[in-house]
């Protein structure tokens, strides 16, 4: 949707290239209380983040994509996850 310009707010040149498989998953929102700790918050992050690779994988699932600020690059890499940038970085 990102990558047709049907989400509002966007610009238009938020993808290079559109992602068609049927084994990629969308995972662009990942949030965590204001309330848990700065200390916790690299943990439960790595966390979510595992678990939801664990999910996408065991239902076949291959690619885990997601618009989101670029500090996430690193707690998808501590979660052990390769990842790319696909796309411009847009202030929102």
Do not use: C, K
Not at 48 to 63: F, H, K, M, P
Request: aromatic content about 6%; overall charge positive; proline content about 7%.
């Amino acid at each position: 949707d990102a990558h047709r310009g049907q989400i509002p707010n966007l610009p238009s040149n938020i993808m290079r290239y559109a992602i068609q498989s049927p084994s990629a998953w969308e995972a662009s929102r990942l949030a965590i209380s204001g309330r848990v700790a700065p200390v916790d918050r690299n943990s439960l992050l790595v966390g979510l983040v595992t678990a939801g690779n664990e999910y996408v994988a065991s239902v076949g699932g291959d690619t885990v994509l997601g618009m989101m600020n670029p500090v996430f690059i690193r707690v998808f890499r501590r979660a052990g996850m390769a990842v790319d940038q696909f796309g411009p970085i847009a202030n929102q």
